[in-house]
């Protein structure tokens, strides 16, 4: 948004108000500020940003609604650190798998090799039979 044309000071305002519920006249000193805002670099994007964040703050009771005040969010270096820790992720994210440790499915069993675990399956139960066959009973 150009910050020279009224216009863009005029929408940014509208903006502000429409987030924060509140009804401010857009006199000099205010357009100022945002003209200030605007020629800073920052976008409205950033705006909603650090206004949904300061009002979740609130909310949480760790930020003062006199944070939302215009002459508080519009101190540049301030919305800067906001708009900065509103975008800092809080958890870490996990750290991808490797190929390698990811789990290989073995592939198909075929009926041979179905037939012969069977046969080892009967075979080791037959030897454990045997085993328990010869301990003596107490």
Same mark, same amino acid.
């Given at each position: ?7 863009? &000071? ?8 429409? %987030? ?9 000193? /205010?357009?100022?500020?945002?003209? *200030? ?5 920052? @976008?409205? *994007?950033?705006?909603? /940003? =650090? =206004?949904?964040? %300061?009002?979740? *703050?609130?909310?949480? @009771?760790?930020?003062? =609604?006199?944070?939302?005040? $215009?002459?508080? %969010? ?11 820790? @509103?975008? =800092?992720? $809080?958890?870490?994210?996990? !750290?991808?798998? @490797? ?6 499915? !073995? !592939? ?5 090799? %179905?037939?012969? &675990? /069977? ?8 030897? &454990? ?10």
């Amino acid at each position: 948004m150009d910050p020279n044309t009224p216009a863009a &000071l005029q929408a940014t305002h509208e903006l502000y108000c429409q %987030l924060t519920g509140q009804k401010l006249s857009l006199r000099f000193d /205010r357009e100022r500020l945002w003209y *200030e805002f605007l020629r800073a670099g920052f @976008s409205t *994007e950033d705006l909603k /940003r =650090v =206004v949904a964040y %300061l009002q979740k *703050e609130i909310r949480a @009771s760790r930020r003062n =609604v006199g944070a939302l005040k $215009l002459s508080n %969010l519009l101190q540049l270096d301030r919305f800067e650190e906001d708009l900065n820790i @509103s975008n =800092v992720r $809080l958890r870490s994210t996990p !750290p991808p798998q @490797s190929p390698r440790s990811t789990p290989i499915d !073995p !592939p198909p069993t075929t009926a041979a090799q %179905l037939q012969n &675990l /069977r046969q080892e399956a009967k075979a080791a139960f037959a030897r &454990l039979r045997a085993e328990l066959g010869k301990t003596p009973n107490p």
